[in-house]
């Protein structure tokens, strides 16, 4: 890859700056300005991503745009919520400026983006995977949307208007749709497609093909663990506490067939496996079986609980890292493989990532 079109998380609406004003001239072909990839994954830490932390996973996929390219090690969020992250990068605009101050509100798609600017200057468009704005897509040549959160497992996506059902594990569904679009795009003008993945959200569902991924494995635990902010005020005000708010069912997938476990969202989590393919739920029940049974011989309270409880999590959250780093490895592949690789600028995002002490 050519350096100077590798960059990661760099504020997209530097995109917009660069290419409004660009018009091609005579008989200049769009084949010279680069194509744009922007991805973005949902909730991924900075301690999960090797390029920057590497005690708990290797990410040589995305570390690979950042060796070839740019990482950038002092940069701020303007709105760290889902929907409100994704508005200013699609806008270049502060949340108080284009209207999306939290995910409560439908965005306004009226208003000037990033990609319509491109489509206005030659680019073929293309948005595939979460959108989280309630409104459907504009200035794209082509979407396919997650709807709402969307599902780790057989989602359904808004196709230019269409709700189309799928089958399989979402991160590699996102990929899928994105490759088969830049397979049968207008291969004469250049393109910007954005691949947005749900993971790594709550709650952190893995690909039945990597259980085997971190298994018995053991994470450092943070110094402030158990700190509880004795005499002070903690920094932000949340509902992410693992010891308490991290649900054993919905988050943890320790759902007993003898319904002992009763927890605030059981109903939510039973609704979701609901979901699964007979394959996917023999798969997922030969993984989860034993993990249950063995929790509920422990009797845990206390901080022995909410030990278990961070290593549980630890477990299938980096299963859906080691996704999402999988599928951008194939997306790079599939570039290199057609000779576009070179030419296209690559950017690596999330809309907000977590805090790890």
């Known amino acids: 890859m050519k350096k100077q079109y590798i960059q990661m998380a760099l504020?997209?609406?530097?995109?917009?700056?660069?290419?409004?004003g660009c018009q091609p001239a005579k008989n200049q072909q769009d084949q010279t300005k680069p194509n744009i990839l922007f991805i973005m994954a949902d909730d991924h830490s900075l301690q999960t991503f090797s390029a920057y932390d590497n005690r708990f996973i290797e990410t040589?996929?995305?570390?690979?745009?950042?060796?070839?390219?740019?990482?950038?090690?002092?940069?701020?969020?303007?709105?760290?919520?889902?929907?409100?992250?994704?508005?200013?990068?699609?806008?270049?605009?502060?949340?108080?400026?284009?209207?999306h101050i939290n995910n409560s509100l439908t965005f306004d798609?009226?208003?000037?983006?990033?990609?319509?600017?491109?489509?206005?200057?030659?680019?073929?468009?293309?948005?595939?995977?979460?959108?989280?704005?309630?409104?459907?897509?504009?200035g794209f040549d082509n979407y396919e949307v997650l709807i709402g959160q969307g599902d780790y497992y057989n989602s359904d996506f808004i196709t230019n208007g269409d709700t189309i059902p799928s089958e399989g594990y979402v991160t590699n569904v996102i990929?899928?749709?994105?490759?088969?679009?830049?397979?049968?795009?207008?291969?004469?003008?250049?393109?910007?497609?954005?691949?947005?993945?749900?993971?790594?959200?709550?709650?952190?569902?893995?690909?039945?093909?990597?259980?085997?991924?971190?298994?018995?494995?053991?994470?450092?635990?943070p110094e402030t663990f158990f700190d509880d902010y004795q005499n002070r005020q903690a920094a932000a005000e949340q509902r992410m506490h693992i010891a308490n708010d991290m649900d054993l069912v919905y988050d943890l997938k320790l759902l007993d067939e003898e319904g002992e476990i009763q927890t605030k969202y059981r109903k939510n989590y039973e609704h979701m496996i609901a979901q699964l393919t007979p394959e996917q739920r023999e798969a997922w029940d030969k993984e989860y079986d034993p993990i249950i049974e063995d929790f509920k011989s422990r009797n845990l309270e206390g901080k022995e609980l909410a030990l278990y409880k961070y290593q549980r999590y630890m477990q299938d959250y980096l299963r859906c890292v080691a996704s999402v780093d999988n599928n951008i490895g194939r997306l790079l592949d599939y570039l290199e493989e057609k000779g576009e690789l070179d030419n296209t600028l690559i950017v690596y995002t999330s809309d907000q990532g977590f805090i790890y002490s």
């Open 109 to 138: 798609g009226s208003q000037v983006t990033f990609p319509k600017l491109l489509r206005a200057n030659g680019y073929q468009t293309s948005i595939v995977g979460k959108w989280h704005l309630r409104s459907l897509p504009t």
């Open 175 to 221: 990929t899928d749709k994105s490759i088969n679009w830049l397979a049968n795009r207008d291969a004469e003008k250049p393109f910007c497609l954005l691949v947005h993945h749900k993971a790594t959200h709550r709650i952190w569902q893995p690909d039945t093909a990597l259980f085997k991924l971190f298994k018995n494995q053991e994470f450092d635990v």
């Open 11 to 20: 504020c997209i609406a530097l995109v917009a700056i660069l290419f409004a």
């Open 60 to 99: 040589p996929n995305l570390d690979r745009i950042g060796e070839e390219g740019a990482i950038f090690r002092n940069s701020f969020v303007t709105n760290s919520i889902c929907g409100p992250s994704r508005a200013v990068m699609l806008t270049g605009k502060h949340s108080h400026k284009n209207g």
